[in-house]
T-cell receptor, first 115, second 111 residues
Framework: DTAVSQTPKYLVTQMGNDKSIKCEQN?????MYWYKQDSKKFLKIMFS???????INETVPNRFSPKSPDKAHLNLHINSLELGDSAVYFC??????????????FGPGTRLTVL | RKEVEQDPGPFNVPEGATVAFNCTYS??????FFWYRQDCRKEPKLLMS???SGNEDGRFTAQLNRASQYISLLIRDSKLSDSATYLC????????????FGSGTKLNVKP
């Protein structure tokens, strides 16, 4: 019944490891996003996909690679994890990436801790 | 310079109080505006969109001043359940929507 779901909810891992976070939305939306919320609670866009096509790619290390197998899924793979990657990662979706009043719906977040 | 600036608070108010939050944005090309609410360790959720003419939803009133690049949120008759962080969000659309979030203003409503 969940509109936007993410797995896992918590992820604790060692520096240097590679990990993936998965996101799925059942709202039929065309656009999906990945955001990072750091310890200061600042929510920053990382990537956005529209119908499986990458449309926003902010200045993010290339250790982060998003992948959208279909418009309902947007996964995030992170290579060679660093301490500074520790944060909460939120997936979101919206109906129309061009609509001026586009509302985003967020997943519950993945709390990543790199040791 | 951040795209969206907010007073982080916290604002500590008694139940029943009226409280106002302000937000400024730097890019005059910003096209749409929102307030989101985020509870502790939860995801952000849309509270309301903000329109040029101002809009009201129950106890919540949002105002936009494009000339001053300023957005406000007024909460009347505060409830304990209003305790949360309120995020100001602006949308700058080039070919696609790009949303910029403020760092949030924390509100604590006390009995």
């Amino acid at each position: 019944d969940t509109a936007v779901s993410q797995t896992p909810k918590y992820l604790v891992t060692q520096m240097g490891n590679d990990k993936s976070i998965k996101c799925e939305q059942n709202l039929g939306h065309d656009t999906m996003y990945w955001y990072k919320q750091d310890s200061k609670k600042f929510l920053k866009i990382m990537f956005s996909y529209n119908n499986k096509e990458l449309i926003i790619n902010e200045t993010v290390p290339n250790r982060f690679s998003p992948k959208s197998p279909d418009k309902a899924h947007l996964n995030l793979h992170i290579n060679s994890l660093e301490l500074g990657d520790s944060a909460v990662y939120f997936c979101a979706s919206s109906q129309d990436s061009r609509g001026s009043t586009d509302t985003q719906y967020f997943g519950p977040g993945t709390r990543l801790t790199v040791l | 310079r951040k795209e969206v600036e907010q007073d982080p608070g916290p604002f500590n108010v008694p139940e029943g109080a009226t409280v106002a939050f302000n937000c400024t944005y730097s890019n005059s090309a910003s096209q749409s505006f929102f307030w989101y609410r985020q509870d502790c360790r939860k995801e952000p959720k849309l509270l309301m969109s903000v329109y040029s003419s101002g809009n009201e939803d129950g106890r919540f009133t949002a105002q936009l001043n494009r000339a001053s690049q300023y957005i406000s949120l007024l909460i009347r008759d505060s409830k304990l359940s209003d305790s949360a962080t309120y995020l100001c969000v602006v949308n700058i659309r080039d070919n696609f929507n790009k949303f910029y979030f403020g760092s949030g203003t924390k509100l604590n409503v006390k009995p």
